[in-house]
């Protein structure tokens, strides 16, 4: 246990500027900290079940950067470090980490060559005192392939041998192992379920459909109970099915339970549906996501299906192209531009029903560039541009939508980039992290904000109200938090309007805890 610390620094800040006096977020500084591990990723935030935090980090060391373990700290509810612990592990394939019921999990995929399988292992411990516990929760006979994990949605490789991907739902209460094993004659698709606790719910035999065509699933969503499994994604047909105009794929919804399963296709001709979403409203099953009019991957507007939970029929689909207002947000008066590469951030129900959604323009670039020895080396680059917004009615029809324009790129840990969004009343709160002092002023109802070359950074919050009208202040200034915010990853306390971030640099680090009032 660490001492309690003796200073804790609290500023609440009353925004001014463009909220025009409106009291709209508070935020709590705590004491800076020190570990002597530079270089780490975020890898899990999450609360303790009692008002404090828990921080789940990997960290590398190295002349050559390379994995050597996993750092978890806890902290109070005063953002206090409680205790910390090292939990060296070389060389594992990390997959996923979560915080739940008093615990840490870990969740590794390796090979085990004694009994020539690909194995699911998870590695947890209690954070009230950190005791790691092995155990393997899924073990699959295979031959060792190149890249089994298939991490990548939009370039699978059905050929391997062996592909096998996990998909967790929002809150993180249960995930999806989904193996797929091809040798010669033998085509086998399994979907295994487990909640949080690494029980098993279900295990379903899939290979009957991947006879006709392979999945690459994007999107799970679980009904209350956790005995029905809505899985979305991607159908690649193994046989020639569609014409030249069209897509080679179209997109799916499966659902299934101990004692069934259900298959409903997204095709409406003319229509190619993009980064659909499943979400219940009540006992009512949505999916949501954009569409294109050509196969090209421009995106033309928001997609809308109801379904039913039982039988996942459609019951209503809605095309809504993208508004003027959010064409003009985007582009201005140019014309002829193309939207694309959107992924999915947040999506909330209001009270009333209606669907607060955003999405981020996000892609990655590479490149070769010269390093310190003279020698060649790909270095590739990580997008993330402007916020997309939008709001549906009940019947998913388009009430607003706008774009916030954004440019940040990095090469490194994206956890400190994009942004993160909140909704409350109506209201939707993104908050950026950014050098720059203010945005750049585009036109009267347009702003940019851009990377900024500066060391520190600037907080600022943009509000997005229930008729999506848009302003933005400077939240917290970069004199007052000199660590910057890993803002795209906070804990998000939605029973207290609560946002806890990380901050760190170097060996410091600290919690930023912000309010929504």
């Not at 090292?86 to 739940?100: E, H």
């Not at 954070?127 to 699959?140: A, P």
């Not at 003009?328 to 009333?352: C, N, P, S, W």
């Amino acid at each position: 246990m660490l001492k309690r610390s003796a200073f804790l620094f609290l500023f609440i800040i009353n925004v001014l500027s463009s909220f025009a006096q409106e009291e709209l977020v508070s935020y709590t500084i705590g004491e800076k900290f020190h570990d002597k591990y530079r270089y780490s990723n975020m890898l899990a935030i999450s609360d303790d079940g009692n008002e404090g935090t828990v921080v789940v980090r990997a960290y590398y060391t190295g002349i050559v950067l390379k994995p050597k373990g996993y750092f978890i700290e806890h902290y109070n509810k005063d953002l206090e470090l409680v205790s910390e612990y090292n939990y060296k592990l070389k060389n594992a394939n990390f997959i996923d980490a979560y915080v739940r019921n008093g615990q840490v999990y870990l969740l590794f995929l390796e090979y085990n060559y004694n009994n020539r399988s690909y194995q699911y292992e998870v590695h947890r411990s209690p954070f009230s005192q950190f005791q790691f516990t092995k155990e393997t929760i899924l073990s699959i006979a295979s031959e060792p392939v190149e890249q089994p994990l298939d991490r990548n949605f939009y370039n699978r490789n059905f050929s391997s041998g062996f592909t096998t991907s996990i998909l967790f739902n929002d809150e993180k209460s249960a995930f999806a192992i989904t193996t797929h094993y091809k040798k010669r004659k033998v085509d086998q698709h399994i979907i295994h379920v487990f909640n949080a606790n690494l029980n098993k719910i279900m295990e379903h035999d899939f290979s009957d459909e991947v006879e006709e065509k392979n999945y690459a699933f994007e999107n799970i969503a679980f009904s209350k109970d956790l005995q029905n499994v809505y899985l979305v994604g991607k159908a690649y047909f193994k046989k020639k099915r569609f014409n030249a105009t069209e897509r080679k794929f179209q997109y799916e919804m499966v659902r299934i339970s101990n004692s069934s399963r259900s298959v409903q296709s997204f095709y409406t001709p003319g229509k190619f549906p993009e980064a659909l979403k499943p979400i219940f409203r009540g006992d009512e099953l949505l999916c949501v996501g954009f569409y294109a009019d050509r196969k090209d991957n421009r995106y033309n507007g928001i997609s809308f299906f109801s379904l039913d939970s039982k039988s996942i029929e459609i019951k209503t689909e809605k095309f809504n192209p993208f508004s003027e207002q959010f064409m003009m947000d985007k582009f201005g008066r140019e014309e002829d531009k193309a939207i694309k590469d959107l992924v999915f951030k947040g999506m909330d129900i209001t009270k009333e029903g209606n669907i607060l959604f955003n999405a981020e323009e996000y892609f990655t670039s590479n490149s070769v560039q010269s390093n310190s020895s003279g020698g060649r080396v790909m270095v590739t680059r990580y997008h993330h541009n402007d916020i997309i917004s939008a709001k549906l009615s009940v019947n998913g029809d388009l009430v607003w939508a706008r774009n916030i324009n954004k440019t940040e790129v990095t090469q490194g840990d994206g956890a400190y980039a994009s942004y993160s969004s909140y909704t409350k009343n109506n209201t939707t709160y993104f908050f950026i992290s950014t050098s720059s002092e203010n945005p750049q002023q585009l036109s009267d109802d347009r702003i940019m904000f851009k990377q900024g070359l500066s060391r520190n950074r600037n907080v600022f919050l943009i509000r997005l109200d229930e008729n999506g009208h848009m302003k933005y202040s400077k939240v917290i200034d970069d004199t007052e938090a000199r660590l910057p915010l890993m803002v795209s990853v906070p804990y998000i306390d939605r029973l207290n309007d609560e946002l806890v971030f990380y901050a760190k640099r170097g060996t410091k680090k600290q919690l930023v805890q912000v309010g929504v009032k």
